[in-house]
């Protein structure tokens, strides 16, 4: 039997985050009322692609956001103490990862990620034999290249990876590079999703 590769996003797949919280921490310190936090996109873009550094980025939301007094240090705390873990997904990784070869696929950046490893060291070096972390990768979702790179490192054909993002326009992408990728839309379709590839719990 061929190898199968189970591919999980991270952000509202794993771990749930809450923007209105990073937004009102940011806001508490900018000079302007209602700040334009649609200023920071491009910036955020190339932070999530390693093209531009930690206190870059910082450097960039601080000016965009006309923030004040507003240390490195203080936009860490903020930027990272969003997220929330998704306890029912994890399970299910955890149930499936002794027999399948399980690998993430994240639009992510060096502070999230490092963060969130920290905090689950042992969830992520037991359940996963790949991080395909988007910063560490040139390229982000749903960029075509990223998944070339995914498929070329399992050295598999693409039907036999399956892939979960909640972004229908990651999904799509996917599914043009012949990846059988599913949309996110909760724990209990995502046990279907596997069933449907053939992975039981």
């Known amino acids: ?27 508490a310190y900018s000079k302007e009322e209602k700040p334009d936090f649609t200023s920071i996109y491009p910036a955020t873009f190339l932070y999530e692609k390693g093209q531009i550094s930690s ?3 910082y ?5 965009n956001l006309s923030l004040e007094n507003f240390s490195f240090e203080e ?20 149930e499936i990862s002794n027999k399948n070869n399980i690998a993430l696929l994240s639009n992510t950046n060096e502070l999230h990620f490092e963060y969130l490893y920290n905090l689950n060291k042992d969830f992520f070096d037991k359940c996963f034999k790949k991080l395909h972390l988007s910063y560490k990768m040139d390229t982000r979702k749903p960029e075509k290249e990223i998944y070339k790179k995914v498929i070329d490192f399992h050295n598999v054909s693409p039907e036999n990876i399956f892939f979960t993002d909640d972004v229908s ?18 724990a209990d ?10 992975i039981e719990q």
């Open 1 to 27: 039997m061929k190898e199968k590769v189970i591919i999980f996003d991270l952000g509202k797949v794993i771990f749930d985050y809450d923007i209105d919280k990073m937004a009102r921490g940011f806001l």
């Open 75 to 94: 936009f860490s705390e903020i930027w990272n103490e969003i997220f929330t873990v998704n306890e029912d997904v994890v399970k299910i990784i955890k």
């Open 189 to 198: 379709k995502l046990k279907k999703d596997l069933q449907s590839f053939g």
């Open 55 to 57: 206190k870059e980025y």
């Open 169 to 186: 326009a990651n999904i799509e992408m996917a599914k043009e590079q012949g990846i059988n990728a599913f949309l996110f839309e909760g």
């Open 59 to 63: 450097n960039e939301v601080v000016k």
